[in-house]
């Protein structure tokens, strides 16, 4: 059977795969749609657009670093029925099962859920293997399945996607320059160095990789009133929403963080890290709109007494850092920090060791994903134009999108993560976590914080 073109993969991508080997390392792309599911139209349209994309069967080879997709002969459809599973019994499932060898790639599932004021609702859910792709190809991809699904007869108006992928030298490398291994070198000290006093979370066992996903749907509104207070500061939303996390979780980490006896010749470890996961695409040399890949990075910051301090002062502290970081191209240089990673995370067989090695020299309490989907494919207003019927079809008729949810793995790199969507004034909030390192009640405990003090920001 025909094989599409080889893809050669990321030092990210390539860890992700290394990481799915320990435990499944697994994300997911939510769309609400209003009226009843219509499984066999849902079905043919996911094969439509995947077979148009020439996604498949994986064949890796040289040691992970390439591989070739063998078209699917089916893209199959789960259905939960209305006795079934709800969002968030699915995701604990599904952030825990593993995609076998040979399989797509991505999971397909039409789940209930509540009725709306016109009527029936259900969720589209992907579950895709995080290696390959990233949220903004994923978006892409589930943007063209529901065109399709809003259509079934028609040609979408889209441009298909391609796994025809550039090398990751020739998109980025006017960013780092011609010394590559030095840079990867320089950058991985640099991130050591930068991490030294960071907290550490307790591991109850570093190979125990069993997460679990909570969601909230934030009050209406909430989103606008962050950005007003935000912009006061001179900051971003994604910079308050860091401040707010680290208040969070400052304040469960403060007993042990604070309370700890520093040893003989070691730093102490009383920083809270929050990392942020960056979307690098904009800075490569060329568009990358239609390539079906992943190109993420992420950069963190450190914050000494998160818990005791204002929103507004950690806004601007983060909002200094952040904006220097994004003037100077730091995240695609943070990148190669990775390849190290790779290199090390190979070095040692030991399953201990390679589960450990990101917790123990750049140690992360917490991590945030945030998009902002206002105004794009899922945000079209209805003929009211009001907030809660968007994503109408181009004939104003048809099933309508009326919300987005992205659900991020925890793993290896990051031990909770704070996954934002705002669409228009809607805030959504999902929330993955290693149960090794929280108990569900005390991560109830930490959301709930969370949203509160999210609240009072919005107040100030």
Known sequence: MPRGPVVQLNAFQILMRRWSKLHAYNAGQVVRVSGAPDRERWKRAAEAVIGELGLGKPRFTNGDEAVQFTPAAEVPIELAGNGGRDLETFFNEELNRPFAVGDLPIRFCIL??????????????????????????????????????????????????????????????????????????????????????????????????????????????????????????????????????????????????????????????????????????????????????????????????????????????IAAETGRIKKTYETVRRYWALVMARFWYDMYESSRFRASLLHKTVPLVAGISNVNMTGSWADSKTDNGKAEGVGVGADGGGPRVLDYLRISPAGPLIPLVFTLTTIRGRLSLCVTYRTTSFRAEKLTEIVDDFVRRLEEAGKE
């Open 112 to 317: 209930p859920a509540a009725p709306a004021a016109g009527g029936e609702t259900h969720y589209l859910a992907a579950v895709y293997d995080h290696w390959i792709a990233d949220s903004r190809a994923m978006r892409e991809l589930m943007h063209r399945i529901f065109e399709r699904y809003l259509s079934p007869e028609a040609h979408t108006h889209l441009p298909p996607l391609t796994l025809d992928v550039p090398s990751f030298k020739t998109l980025f490398g006017r960013h780092v320059g011609p010394l590559r291994r030095w840079t990867a070198m320089r950058e991985s000290l640099k991130n050591i160095w930068r991490h030294r006093h960071g907290y550490r979370l307790n591991l109850s066992d570093p190979l125990d990789f069993a997460s679990r996903f909570v969601y909230r749907a934030l009050p209406e509104g909430l989103i606008d009133r962050l950005y007003r207070f935000a912009k006061s500061q001179g900051a971003s939303v994604n910079d308050l929403f860091i401040a707010v996390i680290a208040q969070a979780t400052g304040a469960y980490t403060a007993a042990d963080r604070l309370g700890k006896i520093k040893k003989p010749l070691h730093f102490s470890r009383r920083q809270v890290g929050i990392g942020t996961i960056v979307d690098i695409r904009d800075a490569a040399s060329q568009p990358l709109d239609r390539v079906f890949n992943l190109y993420l990075s992420s950069y963190a910051v450190l914050l000494d007494n998160p818990e005791k301090r204002s929103a507004g002062d950690l806004t601007r502290e």
